[in-house]
C-alpha cells in the first residue's frame, strides 16, 4: 500500500478495498512509529472525526473527487482551523489558528485527510531544517545528514511513506532542494498560481505554496486541487486555476529542452554531475530536443536574494511584537523591554539574523544601494528567462552541488546560502520548477531541476512524468522504511 500511487489508493477507495479509516490507520502508524527518528513531524492527528470520515467516503461517490479520503500532511505554516500552527518557532508555540488557510481548505473540500502537521526551518528560513525551534530533522536515507530546508519534514515525511503526499512552501528553494535530498519529487508552482492566505508569510512576493509526493503524477493531482483564484489573497492570479492531465503516449516527443552548460560543468562533485548528464541523456532519448540557453545574470541571483528576502522578512515578522498574538516575554518592566525580550525569546538565531539583514537593507542610505539594485538583477533575472523560452519549453538543470550534507557541517551560513545558486534564479523570476529523482551519488538521492514558462507547470510536469515512465527512481524508499 504505501508504494501505491494516489490513482491507485483512489481505486482501492472507490472499489471497498480498503475503507478511508483503514488508509488513515495505515499512516498514522507509520508516523507514530517513525517520527521519533526522523523528527518530521510536529503533531500527529490521532483524533480523526467521524464526520470527516464521513464526508471523505461520500466525496468518493463524486469522480471529480480523485483525491478523497487520501491521507496527507501540512507544513506547519499552513494556518489549520483549531490545530497548533506553529512555524517551527517558539514565537507561535501556542498559536491555534481560528480559520484554516485556503490550500488547507481546499483539499479538505477534496475530502483528503490531515493526519500531520510537518516540521520545517523556523519560519521557513533554513536549507537544511536544523532551524525548527522543535528539534531538527533527519533524513531518512542517513540520519546523521540533513533532509533539506526549509521543507524538510514534508520531504522526510514522504521519502519514508508516513504520509504519501505533503504540502510544501518554496522562497528560494525550499521545496526543490529537500525533495533532492531525499529523493522524492517536488513542484513550485508559478508565482500567484496558488493562494497564499493563511500561509504564513516569509518574504511576500518569493513565497509560494506546492506539493510533494513520489511522483510527478501525484504531485499534479494534487497541485491542481490546490490552485485557483483567491479574493483573499491579493497576489492570486485571475486565471490561477489549472488542471494537470498526464501525457499520453509520446506526445511530449520534439520538446525544446534548454540545457546551461556552466551550471552543469561548474558542479565540483563529479557523480552528480553524471548523473545529472546521464538523466539529460534520457529525456532526449525520450524525444527531447536538447538546446543550449544561457542566463547570464544567474550568478548574481544567490546575492539578490539574500537582500530582498530578509527585507521582506523585516517586514512580515514586524508583527510578531508580543502585544497581538505570539510569544509574550513575562520578565519586562515596560513596553519596550517587553518588544526587546519577546522578540528575543521567540525567534532563533536565524531569524534574527535575516531580520537584522533585512532591516539593515530597508534602512535610510542602504536602501538604494542594496535593495533598490537587488530589485534591479531581479528583473535582468527575470529578463533572461524570457529570452530562453524563446528558445525551448523547459530548462532542465541541476537541483544542488552536493548530497545531502551532516547536520552541523554548514553552521556558518554562508556555505548554506551558496549551496541555493541554482534554485534561487527560477524563484526571483517567479517561474513553475520541480525536483525529480534521479541516479544516486554516493548512495544518497540527487535531483534534476526543470524550469518551466511562467504557467507552465503542464510542461515540466508532463516531461518528469515522462522520465518516470522509463526509469524507477522515483519509486525508491529507504530501506528502514519499507
Known amino acids: 500500500m504505501i508504494q501505491s500511487s494516489i490513482r491507485a489508493m483512489a481505486d482501492m477507495l472507490r472499489s471497498k478495498q480498503i475503507s478511508v479509516a483503514e488508509l488513515c490507520s495505515i499512516y498514522f502508524d507509520r508516523a507514530q512509529a517513525f517520527n521519533e527518528q526522523t523528527g518530521a513531524l510536529l503533531s500527529i492527528n490521532d483524533d480523526i472525526s467521524p464526520q470527516e470520515l464521513i464526508q471523505a467516503e461520500q466525496a468518493l461517490s463524486n469522480d471529480s473527487h480523485l483525491l478523497a479520503g487520501v491521507p496527507l500532511a501540512h507544513k506547519d505554516l499552513f494556518c489549520t482551523q483549531g ?37 520545517m526551518d523556523e519560519f521557513a528560513m533554513g536549507s537544511s531544517n536544523e532551524h525548527s525551534a ?7 536515507w542517513d540520519l546523521s545528514r540533513v533532509p533539506g530546508g526549509s521543507s524538510g519534514g ?15 512552501t518554496d522562497t528560494g528553494g525550499s521545496i526543490r532542494q529537500p525533495a533532492a535530498f531525499c529523493g522524492i519529487t517536488g513542484v513550485k508552482p508559478s508565482y500567484g498560481r496558488v493562494s497564499r492566505y493563511g500561509m504564513v508569510a516569509f518574504a511576500s512576493s518569493l513565497d509560494q505554496g506546492g506539493v510533494m509526493a513520489s511522483s510527478a503524477d501525484d504531485c499534479g493531482l494534487v497541485l491542481s486541487a490546490m490552485t485557483g483564484h483567491d479574493a483573499m489573497d491579493s497576489t492570486s492570479h485571475p486565471d490561477a486555476a489549472w488542471q494537470w492531465q498526464a501525457p499520453q503516449g509520446d506526445e511530449l516527443k520534439g520538446m525544446k529542452v534548454g540545457i546551461i552548460s556552466d551550471w552543469i560543468d561548474g558542479l565540483q562533485d563529479e557523480a552528480i554531475k553524471n548523473s545529472t548528464l546521464e538523466a539529460i541523456e534520457t529525456l532526449k532519448t525520450q524525444g527531447a530536443e536538447l538546446v543550449e540557453v544561457d542566463l547570464p545574470h544567474a550568478h548574481l541571483a544567490v546575492a539578490a536574494y539574500y537582500v530582498i528576502a530578509p527585507a521582506e522578512c523585516s517586514s512580515n515578522l514586524s508583527r510578531f511584537d508580543g502585544v497581538r498574538y505570539g510569544h509574550r516575554s513575562a520578565s519586562a518592566v515596560d513596553l519596550e523591554q517587553m518588544y526587546i525580550n519577546s522578540r528575543s525569546e521567540g525567534f532563533g538565531e536565524e531569524v534574527q539574523k535575516r531580520i537584522m539583514l533585512g532591516t539593515w537593507a530597508l534602512s535610510s542610505g542602504y536602501y538604494d544601494a542594496y535593495y533598490l539594485k537587488a530589485q534591479k538583477i531581479r528583473r535582468l533575472i527575470s529578463q ?5 523560452f ?5 530548462i532542465a538543470a541541476p537541483v544542488s552541488p552536493e548530497v545531502a550534507f551532516k547536520l552541523g557541517e554548514k553552521s ?12 534561487i534564479p527560477a524563484s526571483l523570476a517567479g517561474l513553475p520548477c520541480l525536483s525529480m529523482p534521479i ?3 554516493h548512495g544518497l538521492p540527487v535531483g534534476l531541476q526543470l524550469i518551466g514558462r511562467y504557467f507552465g507547470e503542464q510542461d515540466i510536469l508532463g516531461l518528469a512524468h515522462q522520465f518516470q515512465q522509463a526509469t524507477q527512481w522515483h519509486q525508491a524508499m529507504p530501506e528502514a522504511y519499507l
Open 134 to 140: 522543535f528539534g531538527p530533522v533527519k533524513n531518512p
Open 83 to 119: 490545530v497548533t500552527t506553529t512555524c517551527g518557532s517558539n514565537m507561535l508555540a501556542n498559536f491555534v489558528p481560528p480559520y484554516d488557510a485556503t490550500v488547507v481548505a481546499q483539499l479538505k473540500n477534496q475530502g483528503m485527510i490531515t493526519v500531520a502537521k510537518a516540521n
Open 412 to 423: 556558518d551560513g554562508v556555505s548554506m546560502y551558496q549551496a541555493d545558486v541554482f534554485t
Open 154 to 168: 514534508s520531504a522526510a515525511a514522504v521519502a519514508a511513506r508516513m504520509v504519501p503526499v505533503a504540502t510544501a
Open 390 to 394: 524563446q528558445q525551448v519549453d523547459v
Open 439 to 441: 541516479a544516486p551519488a
Open 384 to 388: 533572461d528567462f524570457q529570452k530562453a
